[in-house]
């Protein structure tokens, strides 16, 4: 019986004439068996009989009935309720992220590319209706994983990221622009968009981002732009350590072209965001998130058990055998 509802409830209210139903059983309960009067008993021999004091329960099991037929008619029921959602209007996402050795910079905890990482795979999680795809450029740009609805393979891609020697270091924001706008120019998608992140000014790869954007608009495709990196100074790795393995870091200055990144959005219908923070690098995600919202229709199916049946059956149960009882145990022979 969990999780019972009632069709109608209204029924319930019956439940106050119970009381009266108990008050007049109670005060007719000498006049439904029959009685003798006689002026004295003094010559008789009297015995307790035991039915005698069980016959006036009789009308428990007749209260007991009604309290169950108002139960039934208030209709009680449980419900399964399924649903099935349908995606209205899709949007397909590409994330382009900068992979040049300055994401190891430690301004952001505890570096730039980790915080991006843990940020993105959140977002990820948050747009469970459409397809994402990664791309990661530096001096050159590749896809990570094409556009797909699979959002355990996207996520497994992004903690696949890191800096190594596949591409050349450098910041080619044009060639990783294009790179994304190259997996979603042929989509049916009604909304298609880009979050372009880098840390650093344009400064390899033979494209230019202003020639990137341009095609970006050409095929409607909105590009929401960030920068990541403290204002100042950061400790950014300069060199490999002596172990072959770990960097060597110093202070530098935070070099972001913001001009070129707000052009680009501005030029595609985007915006442009600053990330100096792990929290506000969340917050641009958590914004993007809600400026790009997809159209989902929403089914819902209702299957109800009805369980009134049952109280219908305690109550015929019940006054029957209160019938039995008082026309055969209980009969009065006076």
């Known amino acids: 019986m969990d999780k019972v509802t009632f069709l109608n409830p209204e029924f319930f209210w019956l439940f106050l004439v119970l009381p009266f139903a108990i008050a007049w059983l109670f005060f007719k309960r000498k006049q439904q068996s029959a009685t003798l009067k006689i002026s004295s008993v003094s010559g008789f021999k009297t015995s307790k009989s035991t039915l005698a004091k069980l016959k006036p329960y009789l009308n428990v099991l007749r209260i007991v009935a009604l309290s169950s037929l108002i139960i039934a008619l208030a209709r009680p029921r449980t419900v399964d309720i399924s649903n ?28 730039r590319m980790e915080a991006l990482k843990e940020v993105a795979s959140n977002f990820v999680d948050a747009r469970p209706n459409d397809r994402i795809g990664v791309v990661v450029y530096a001096a050159e740009a590749y896809t990570k994983t094409p556009v797909t609805s699979d959002k ?47 840390d650093g000014v344009n400064n390899s790869g033979f494209i230019e981002p202003e020639t990137a954007s341009e095609i970006a608009k050409e095929y409607g495709i909105k590009v929401y732009t960030i920068g990541i990196g403290t204002n100042g100074m950061a400790q950014f790795p300069y060199a490999y350590a002596p172990n072959g ?30 990330a100096n923070s792990n929290s506000k690098l969340e917050s641009i995600y958590n914004e993007i998130n809600k400026l790009e919202t997809t159209e989902i229709e929403e089914l819902k199916f209702y299957d109800y058990d009805e369980k009134f049946r049952l109280f219908v059956w305690i109550a015929g149960i019940l006054l029957l055998l209160e019938v039995v009882l008082r026309n055969t145990i209980f009969r009065s022979f006076i």
Request: aromatic residues 4%; glycine residues 6%; without cysteine.
């Open 84 to 111: 099935q959602t349908k995606t209205t209007k899709g949007i397909d996402i590409v994330m382009a992220i900068d992979l040049s050795s300055s994401m190891l910079a430690k301004d952001l905890r505890p570096n």
């Open 152 to 198: 355990a393979i996207v996520k497994e891609a992004i903690r696949d990221i890191k800096y190594d020697n596949v591409l050349q270091d450098g910041t080619g924001i044009g060639m990783g622009l294009t790179t994304a706008v190259n997996r979603l120019k042929d989509s049916k998608a009604k909304s298609k968009i880009i979050i372009l992140l880098t």
């Open 245 to 274: 393995r770990d960097f060597l870091y110093k202070m530098m200055p935070v070099e972001i072209d913001e001009k070129l990144m707000k052009t680009i959005a501005r030029n595609t219908g985007g915006k442009y965001f600053r």
